[in-house]
């Protein structure tokens, strides 16, 4: 089956693009380099930790994560995996989000969580991304869900290249 997957370019364009086998990529792996990923988690932490602040006060009553997931794009270009939502769901349907979900009984961390659901949800396997950590968790608008954002690189050379099945939720 084929699947849509939104890649966000870095450089603001968004597309939808049918996963597909990738055979040619270009990579500037100093584009996510050591001393740009602590400069980037820095940033984060410290916008995370001010959201934290402004929604300390709103009651959750579950807890989620979600991989924030840089990759590049089949042109090569730095990029953003997002999933496009089924819109046969009961809940978020039709969105645009971040592969994760609800933190089961045995999920030991957030980034255990998010590393589950983007296995399950896109096949991608924990082995093939390069976690950089969890940033302050968030409320997810209209539920009572805390929602932990878990940053991190899928090493492959391009996510489509991982999923060579998809099950697209009906």
Same mark, same amino acid.
């Given at each position: 089956?084929?699947?849509?997957?939104?890649?966000?370019?870095?450089?603001?364009?968004?597309?939808?693009?049918?996963?597909?086998?990738?055979?040619?990529?270009?990579?500037?792996?100093?584009?996510?380099?050591?001393?740009?990923?602590?400069?980037?988690?820095?940033?984060?932490?410290?916008?995370?930790?001010?959201?934290?602040?402004?929604?300390?006060?709103?009651?959750?009553?579950?807890?989620?994560?979600?991989?924030?997931?840089?990759?590049?794009?089949?042109?090569?270009?730095?990029?953003?995996?997002?999933?496009?939502?089924?819109?046969?769901?009961?809940?978020?349907?039709?969105?645009?989000?971040?592969?994760?979900? #609800?933190?089961?009984?045995?999920?030991?961390?957030?980034?255990?969580?998010?590393?589950?659901?983007?296995?399950?949800?896109?096949?991608?396997?924990?082995?093939?991304?390069?976690?950089?950590?969890? #940033?302050?968790?968030?409320?997810?608008?209209?539920?009572?869900?805390?929602?932990?954002?878990?940053?991190?690189?899928?090493?492959?050379?391009?996510?489509?290249?991982?999923?060579?099945?998809?099950?697209?939720?009906?």
């Amino acid at each position: 089956h084929n699947a849509h997957l939104l890649l966000w370019s870095l450089n603001g364009l968004a597309r939808v693009a049918n996963v597909r086998q990738s055979s040619t990529m270009k990579f500037d792996v100093s584009f996510f380099s050591d001393d740009r990923k602590r400069s980037c988690m820095d940033s984060l932490m410290k916008s995370s930790e001010e959201c934290n602040r402004l929604f300390r006060s709103v009651p959750t009553s579950l807890t989620a994560a979600v991989l924030v997931p840089f990759c590049f794009n089949q042109r090569g270009e730095p990029a953003v995996l997002l999933t496009l939502r089924s819109q046969n769901l009961a809940r978020h349907a039709g969105l645009i989000s971040f592969p994760g979900g #609800i933190s089961d009984k045995d999920d030991v961390s957030a980034t255990e969580t998010a590393l589950r659901e983007t296995e399950e949800e896109l096949g991608i396997p924990p082995a093939n991304v390069d976690v950089w950590g969890p #940033i302050h968790p968030l409320p997810s608008l209209g539920s009572e869900i805390s929602v932990t954002p878990v940053v991190a690189f899928v090493k492959s050379s391009a996510p489509e290249s991982l999923i060579e099945e998809l099950v697209v939720n009906e």
